[in-house]
């Protein structure tokens, strides 16, 4: 996993001075996973996009992206105030290759876990439908 403690191109900026505010249970996470400041890409864009702008980003790896467009997702889940519906998808992330597919995966799940009234599932390409909605329906027999 990431975290500031391997990130040298960090901002003075920390998750907890961001406006608008992160809640308290994604600021938990950051900092369970190690992530104290925001790297410019996190400073510039996570505001933005919590607050429903669209945003294009290009930056080297280890940039920071994943974070940087997987918390404003889970605040804005988090924000809604209706319950979702049995197979309701809340949110979709799309990546070109399984190994990015499967990195940002492992990046989102501390903080999707935040969330009382969702799951996190991976599926990717090259994969029989049949075999997918296997694995949605073994999800669906797992608590939250």
């Given amino acids: 996993m990431y975290s500031d403690l391997h990130n040298k191109a ?55 992206k994943t974070v940087a467009f997987v918390i404003p997702l889970v605040e804005i889940l988090r ?11 809340l949110g979709v992330i799309i990546s070109p290759t399984r190994e990015l597919s499967s990195q940002i995966y492992q990046v989102a799940q501390p903080f999707i876990s935040t969330l009382s009234n969702g799951k996190l599932m991976l599926l990717v390409g090259g994969v029989d439908v049949k075999t997918d909605m296997m694995k949605i329906k073994e999800e669906e027999r797992q608590p939250l």
Avoid at 79 to 89: G, I, L
């Fill in 10 to 64: 960090l901002t003075s900026t920390r998750f907890s001075e961001l406006n608008p505010p992160l809640s308290d249970l994604v600021l938990q996470a950051l900092s369970h996973s190690g992530f104290n400041f925001c790297t410019p890409v996190q400073a510039a864009t996570i505001p933005l996009l919590c607050t429903y702008k669209d945003v294009i980003v290009d930056a080297a790896t280890g940039s920071g």
């Fill in 79 to 89: 924000r809604s105030s209706s319950n979702p519906k049995p197979h309701q998808v």
